[in-house]
């Protein structure tokens, strides 16, 4: 499906010079002379590099549409993580740099979706949110308000995320995946 260069948004997955690319973010400018454009800040979902391109408004590109395909997470061997097919039960491994940072709140038995290209999976999407354990919270230091401090803590992952200063250790919580954000106390 083409769109027009002025129509990209970040998560498009675009076809350009060959590669299937990932847009990251955008910017849109228009200067005093000549027409506006779209700098558009993109990562190869093949090989990783990133490219920084300019689309104007005539310019037209290839909006890639992927299929998505549920797979469970059984285990991580040394880089790399194992992955079943929840309909035919087979397994694949991908390198854990697919995920990115969000790599640290997989879960063994944790449902994702992969995304694939040509059969071939490219990106790998975790739930939204997770439940996870703090194993180490600062003290709460008296005379702050409760209303705006939070203070660190560091989760059963090893992730380090701001939380209320009436959040102890040993406590569960729901975080963001992919802000690294605190969200509430576990139900």
């Known amino acids: 499906m083409k769109i027009s260069g002025v129509d990209i948004r970040p998560g498009n997955i675009l076809e350009y010079e060959g590669g299937i690319w990932k847009v990251a973010k955008i910017q849109h400018t228009q ?23 300019r689309f104007r408004s005539a310019d037209t590109i290839e909006k890639v549409r992927l299929d998505t395909k549920d797979y469970q997470y059984l285990y991580a061997d040394g880089d790399m993580l194992v992955f079943m097919d929840n309909d035919n039960y087979e397994q694949i491994q991908l390198p854990a740099d697919l995920l990115g940072d969000a790599a640290a709140f997989l879960q063994d038995g944790m449902e994702v979706s992969l995304e694939l290209w040509d059969e071939k ?30 203070k660190p803590a560091i989760l059963d992952n090893g992730v380090r995320v701001m939380v209320p200063p009436h959040i ?12 690294r954000t605190y969200v509430g106390k576990a139900g």
């Open 31 to 53: 200067p005093g002379k000549g027409g506006a454009y779209m700098q558009v800040e993109m990562k190869n979902l093949q090989d990783g590099r990133k490219t920084n391109v």
């Open 121 to 150: 999976p490219i990106s790998v999407a975790l739930p939204e949110q997770v439940e996870a354990t703090i194993v180490e919270a600062d003290a709460v230091v008296k005379g702050q308000t409760a209303s705006s401090s939070y």
């Open 168 to 179: 102890g250790s040993g406590t569960r919580i729901v975080v963001d995946v992919y802000e």
